[in-house]
C-alpha cells in the first residue's frame, strides 16, 4: 500500500516542480526585459564619456550596435517567456482535468523537455545579447576598450560573472534534462 502511495505522489511532485521551475524562468526573464528597457531609455548617442580624448568616443555605429543587440536580447527573453508560459499553461491545463488529484497531470516528456530546452536556450541567446549590449553601453558612457581605464574592467568584470553564472546555469540545465527525462523516457518505451 505505501509503494502505492509513494508512485502515485511522485508525478505530482514532478509537475509542481516543473511549475515552479517555469514561474522562475519567467520571473528571472522579466527582471531581465525591464533592464533592457532601462538600458533603452540610457542609450543616448551623443553621451558625456569620461575621459576627453576623442579617439576613444564611440561612433554612431557602436550604438547602432548597441540598440540592435538589446533588440535581440529583448526578442529571445521574450521567446523564452512565451514557451514557459505556453508549458505553464498546457501542465495547469491538465492538472485542472482531474478533480481529485489536480497537481498530477500525465505529460508527454519529450514535448516537455523541448519546450523547456528551448525556454533554456531562449534566456542563454538573451543573456548573450545582453552582455554584448551592456558592453556596448559602457563603451558609449566609459569609452571605446582599445582605450583601457574603467571600460576594460567593466567589460571583463561583466563577461567573467555573467559567463561563470551562465556556465552554470546550461550544466544544470543539461543535469536536469539527462537526470530527470531520460528515465522517463526509457521507462516509457
Known sequence: MDGANSTSTQPSSRTSIHVTAIDSIVN???????AIFIGFSFTVPKAHIVGN???CH??????????????????????SSLIAQS????INSLNSLDPIEHLKADINSSALKFGLLGSAVGSVVGCLSLIVSISYAIQVKLGVISCGGESVFAVAVLAVLVGLGLLIYIMATILHLF????PQIMADK
Do not use: A, D, P
Not at 87 to 90: E, V
Not at 179 to 182: A, D, S
Open 87 to 90: 508549458l505553464k499553461l498546457t
Open 53 to 55: 580624448t576623442q579617439s
Open 58 to 79: 564611440v561612433g554612431i555605429e557602436t550604438v547602432r550596435r548597441l540598440i540592435v543587440s538589446e533588440i535581440v536580447s529583448f526578442s529571445s527573453f521574450l521567446f
Open 28 to 34: 528571472v526573464n522579466s527582471l531581465f526585459t525591464i
Open 179 to 182: 537526470h530527470c527525462f531520460i
